[in-house]
T-cell receptor, first 115, second 114 residues
Framework: DAMVIQNPRYQVTQFGKPVTLSCSQT?????MYWYQQKSSQAPKLLFHYYDKDFNNEADTPDNFQSRRPNTSFCFLDIRSPGLGDAAMYLC??????????????FGPGTRLTVL | QQQVKQSPQSLIVQKGGISIINCAYE??????FPWYQQFPGKGPALLIA?????SEKKEGRFTISFNKSAKQFSLHIMDSQPGDSATYFCAASISSGSARQLTFGSGTQLTVLP
């Protein structure tokens, strides 16, 4: 089945220790998104890629970086995690949305705990 | 202008009852309105979606009602079941280059009692 896969599902890191979350997709979608979802809140967009073109949301902290080495994979790097970065991180994909509305498909998420 | 307001925050319904969740938006440039269902520890899954040129869309027990002039839309779950217990997010979508910007409502935690 075509899908969005996130690894690991659960990640524990220490305050200030860099961490990388990964996302892969078999949908062959052009666009990949990273969202942060804190407990009992809506997902908040951090950034997205259209192919290799990176687009950062204005209020995304510099602590968050992303890499997309190819169509299938996208990584979220948190350079120095703080306690406030503990959250569920969701990866999503979509086709090119320039010609109209398209659905975003979400992965299962990675739950990040910062000790 | 980018906000989507969702109510209620939580909802408790008896099995077989109707669950109704309401959303309102300001930005008339939004052109796609999906509803997502999220179970604990899982990612959001698209439930049903509507475009603003349609006033109602029904898929099984789930119906979206859309009022363009009032800038409001709602999700109705008929014959609610305990398995429907989840958090529901409305969202509004707008083009952002070749991507789509999704603005989520704050979510409604639905509990269906057996």
């Amino acid at each position: 089945d075509a899908m969005v896969i996130q690894n690991p599902r659960y990640q524990v890191t220490q305050f200030g220790k860099p961490v990388t979350l990964s996302c892969s997709q078999t949908l062959n979608h052009n666009v990949m998104y990273w969202y942060q979802q804190k407990s009992s809140q809506a997902p908040k967009l951090l950034f997205h890629y259209y192919d290799k073109d990176f687009n950062n949301e204005a209020d995304t902290p510099d602590n968050f970086q992303s890499r997309r080495p190819n169509t299938s994979f996208c990584f979220l790097d948190i350079r120095s995690p703080g306690l406030g970065d503990a959250a569920m991180y969701l990866c999503a994909t979509s086709r090119d949305g320039s010609r109209g509305a398209v659905e975003q498909f979400f992965g299962p998420g990675t739950r990040l705990t910062v000790l | 202008q980018q906000q989507v307001k969702q109510s209620p925050q939580s909802l408790i319904v008896q099995k077989g009852g109707i669950s109704i969740i309401n959303c309102a938006y300001e930005n008339t440039a939004f052109d796609y309105f999906p509803w997502y269902q999220q179970f604990p520890g899982k990612g959001p899954a698209l439930l049903i979606a509507i475009r603003p040129d349609v006033s109602e869309k029904k898929e099984g027990r789930f119906t979206i009602s859309f009022n363009k002039s009032a800038k409001q839309f709602s999700l109705h779950i008929m014959d609610s079941q305990p398995g429907d217990s989840a958090t529901y997010f409305c969202a509004a979508s707008i083009s952002s280059g070749s991507a789509r910007q999704l603005t989520f409502g704050s979510g409604t935690q639905l509990t269906v009692l057996p």
